[in-house]
């Protein structure tokens, strides 16, 4: 029992676990009536006594004990179901992640009232504590020794904030099976969903899209497609994609109850391996492009051999950079229960939605979101949404909504934080700009770009009182700071009186990127694809202004321009003939960057950085090209 | 009349293989391109009622020529053609705008089958 193995593995089940009981008590809010989530609920605290007990873990177990005899109760139908039962169940579930993660140190006892709380409830009545957060538990609710009084006590309608009855949503849940012996039947499942997608908005896809690349995907899946278009055309469509077996409807379908699909045949990989892995893989790319550039001559054998050991690291590539990519769910799930919270704490009433949580990224970019997204999501429900008087005398929903999602673009994804709140003002932020001597005095309006600017300005905040959640400014500059730090960017759109969303976007992955090199004087730039839109002749024709910038006509849309070798200085002998022009894109935005050369394109490794003082914005690292000579990359965000 | 089709793929026996089931059906194989770039190209002079696209190709693939395209041309039909084990490269070609895929080594019927269903 003294294996650190097993303490390891109690630790990743236990996390699992109360991730699960999390979910399950949002659910359950949601839907008090429903008995699924209190089994589930009973199942996951269970198997968290049970390894607690195995290990000594005396604190979980006892906790755990005592939440259990609750659900217990529950289920037996020995109490009624109250908002304040289900809060004491959250504080549980809060109170076991910290004994679970103090239990290996022996730390994270629970305290004397909440333990008290739970013996009340578990012995057949609601033991809450007067939250008094929302009226309805002003007293005492379900008092147990009394029967009947319990009884009279149904539910109270309490216009907690996520509480909502669900609405049947209007449509059918759907079921598909994809032929046996299909080649790709994932690939073609996908094909028959995008038929639907025609129809209205497809949600509870089981599996997870994420399980349709995989080679063992039994090619059945099901999904609830909201539309009131009939079941037959529905079919119809479906079919039209080819190779479908079969296609229920409603009833008749069999759903995976179960959470998301855990397939057999994983295994648990410590971060650090993968890490590991990536960074001699990383090695091994740069080592490889070396060998290609050097077996450039004539000896057709070592150039074979190079052509092998190409191919193979380039396989070996694709394979780890495959294993460390993780869905944001994994970070996206978290916040549900946070909004939930803080609806609480603020007194509004928000609805949060989340969308694309399937999209996968590299697992050390998505461990660097979760910070910057909540921040912005906390923005968002303190700063953004107003309470649900203010909207009401403006017109709209007394709830507010917060939608988070993911977007996968060419080779970013883009994470965007909406709220339908009252947007920034921004006569507020340029008052206060000015006012800091942040903005000059002559400007009259702040464009989005010079909004993000000034907001993420270090101590910027137009809140009048900095409570405990951040005021506008940190949060806005710690997102925008780790957003860069990963190579990506952050932009802001707003409109008064309708919603500000913020759009975080990154790199699919990190440490092995493919960049076109170009030159400008002397020296090599880096430039990675990721934000290479195209690439074109400076034509001296096409050239106009823009704004009073040079700026450059490409298919009809007008660039700004940036010459490379002014903005580095370069040092070089005359301009050459013909100047080749990168059109950079990040989200909507785009430059013209004109250089002196394209040099091809390569893998190239982002090495970490100590970024010395007063660098300018526009270099974002360095790397080490194939000739064992360095490059600058350019950041392409600072760019545009 | 017939339909129009762009025969993508970096390999001429691929090429004259596909153009062969192709015209033998009835169609009219207009143009044929090698790389992802000619694949681009071509498919802005040639307008083509159909192109069917190799995934691994040179000097753009055939994923990132499905996205050029379809920026082009948002209702472009395009049919992927993939190795075996291929999946999730054709699912991303799914995801930037492929209307359907086949799998080598190619049945002609499955092939005159797959381009019905991206013809409608």
């Not at chain 1, 097993?6 to 990743?12: I, K, Q």
């Not at chain 1, 990536?278 to 057709?300: F, S, W």
């Not at chain 1, 394109?601 to 003082?613: G, K, L, M, S, W």
Request: glycine residues 8%; hydrophobic residues 45%; charged residues 25%.
């Amino acid at each position: 029992m003294a294996d650190p193995k097993y303490a390891a593995l109690f630790l990743a089940e236990s996390r699992e676990h109360l991730r699960t009981c999390n979910q399950l008590l949002l659910d359950w809010e949601r839907t008090p009536g429903a008995s699924e989530p209190v089994n589930g609920l009973f199942r996951a605290i269970h198997n968290i006594k049970g390894m607690a007990a195995t290990l000594g873990y005396g604190p979980v177990a006892d906790l755990a004990h005592r939440a259990e005899n609750v659900l217990d109760t529950i289920r037996g139908g020995r109490t009624t179901i109250t908002p304040d039962l289900i809060q004491l169940l959250f504080r549980s579930v809060d109170a076991l992640e910290k004994a679970v993660e103090g239990a290996a140190a022996g730390k994270g006892e629970p305290s004397a009232r909440l333990l008290a709380a739970l013996d009340r409830a578990g012995a057949g009545g609601s033991g809450p504590e007067q939250t008094g957060a929302d009226g309805s538990s002003r007293e005492p609710t379900g008092v147990g020794g009394d029967p009947a009084l319990a009884r009279s006590r149904p539910l109270p309608s309490a216009p907690a904030p996520a509480a909502r009855p669900p609405a049947r949503p209007p449509g059918h849940l759907v079921g598909v099976t994809i032929r046996s012996g299909t080649p790709m039947r994932g690939a073609r499942a996908l094909l028959a969903l995008r038929r639907v997608e025609a129809f209205g908005k497809v949600t509870a896809l089981r599996p997870p899209a994420t399980a349709f690349e995989r080679e063992d995907f039994d090619g059945r899946f099901s999904f609830h497609l909201r539309t009131d278009t009939a079941p037959a055309e529905i079919e119809a469509a479906i079919r039209a994609a080819g190779e479908v077996e079969a296609v229920a409807f409603d009833a008749n379908v069999a759903v995976e109850t179960e959470g998301p699909v855990v397939a057999a045949r994983q295994i648990r990989v410590d971060l650090s391996r993968l890490d590991a892995m990536m960074k001699l893989v990383g090695e091994l790319v740069v080592a490889r492009n070396r060998l290609l550039d050097l077996a450039r001559g004539d000896d057709t054998e070592l150039q074979e051999v190079a052509g092998s050991v190409s191919r193979l690291v380039g396989g070996l590539q694709t394979q780890v950079v495959a294993a460390r990519m993780t869905p944001v769910s994994e970070v996206f799930d978290r916040f549900p229960r946070l909004v939930r919270d803080l609806a609480r704490d603020l007194g509004k009433q928000i609805r949060f939605e989340m969308e694309g949580g399937a999209i996968e990224l590299d697992r050390s970019i998505l461990d660097e979101l979760g910070d910057p997204l909540l921040h912005l999501i906390r923005n968002a429900a303190d700063h953004g949404l107003e309470s649900a008087d203010d909207r009401q005398a403006t017109g709209k929903a007394a709830e507010g909504r917060i939608l988070l999602s993911a977007i996968r673009e060419r080779r970013t994804v883009a994470i965007r934080v909406s709220d339908d709140g009252r947007g920034i003002d921004r006569a507020a932020v340029l008052a206060r700009a000015k006012r800091d001597g942040l903005a000059d005095a002559a400007v009259e309006t702040l464009t989005d770009d010079v909004l993000l600017r000034v907001l993420s300005r270090p101590g910027f905040s137009t809140a009048r009182q900095v409570s405990g959640i951040s005021g506008r400014g940190v949060g806005v500059e710690v997102a925008l700071a780790r957003a860069r730090a990963m190579g990506g960017s952050l932009e802001v759109q707003t409109e008064q009186g309708r919603g500000t969303t913020f759009t975080l976007r990154v790199p699919l992955t990190l440490a092995i990127v493919r960049a076109l090199l170009a030159q400008a004087g002397e020296e090599r730039y880096a430039v990675p694809l990721a934000y290479v839109a195209e690439t074109v002749e400076f034509d001296p024709r096409a050239v106009t202004a823009l704004r009073s910038r040079e700026a450059l006509v490409v298919r009809e849309r007008v660039i700004p321009t940036v010459h490379l070798r002014d903005l580095v200085a370069a040092k070089g002998n005359g301009l050459p003939a013909r100047r080749p022009t990168i059109i950079l894109e990040v989200g909507e935005r785009r430059t013209a960057l004109v250089v002196d050369a394209l040099l091809g394109q390569q893998d190239i490794v982002i090495e970490p950085f100590d970024a010395p003082r007063g660098l300018p914005s526009y270099l974002g690292g360095a790397t080490i090209l194939a000739d064992g000579a360095p490059a600058l990359i350019l950041d392409a965000a600072a760019l545009v | 009349m017939s339909h129009t089709v762009l025969v993508c793929d970096d390999a001429i026996f691929m090429r004259t293989m596909i153009s062969d089931i192709l015209n033998q059906a009835g169609f009219d194989v207009v143009g044929e391109a090698e790389s992802g770039l000619q694949a681009v190209q071509k498919y802005r002079e040639l307008k083509p009622d159909l192109v069917t696209m190799d995934i691994v190709m040179p000097d753009m693939g055939g994923i990132e020529a499905v996205r050029e395209i379809c920026k082009q041309d948002p209702d472009a039909k395009i049919l992927m053609c993939s190795a075996m084990g291929q999946q999730a490269l054709v699912v991303e070609a799914i995801q930037a705008g492929a209307k359907d895929f086949v799998v080598k080594p190619f049945q002609p019927s499955r092939v005159l089958e797959a381009v019905q269903r991206v013809l409608g």
